[in-house]
């Protein structure tokens, strides 16, 4: 029996998966067309779908393969906060 996924809860992941099917409707692409730019292979599309519906985390090589395709990057950007005295 497979097992059963369970959807990621990582603000970062959900932003970022989020990021990348919002530019793939942009472009007008295919999830079947991003998993050839991406993985270089049509049949990880099942790879796109999951991470676009949050139910597989990307790590750091995937990003940068989707962020070469998409012609972007990850900045990280600290924010400020209240110390607590």
């Known amino acids: ?18 990021f990348f099917r919002e530019k793939r409707i942009a472009l ?16 990880y599309q ?4 999951d991470i676009e519906n949050h139910m597989k985390s ?3 090589n995937v990003i940068d393969k989707y962020c ?9 950007v600290e924010k400020a906060y209240d110390r607590i005295q």
């Open 68 to 76: 070469k395709v998409f012609n972007c990057e990850v900045v990280f």
């Open 1 to 18: 029996m497979p097992r059963r996924k369970e959807k990621i809860t990582s603000p970062f992941g959900i932003a970022t998966s989020n």
């Open 46 to 49: 099942f790879l796109v779908s």
């Open 28 to 43: 007008g692409l295919s999830q079947t067309e991003l998993a050839y730019l991406v993985f270089g292979n049509k049949s």
């Open 58 to 60: 990307m790590n750091q």
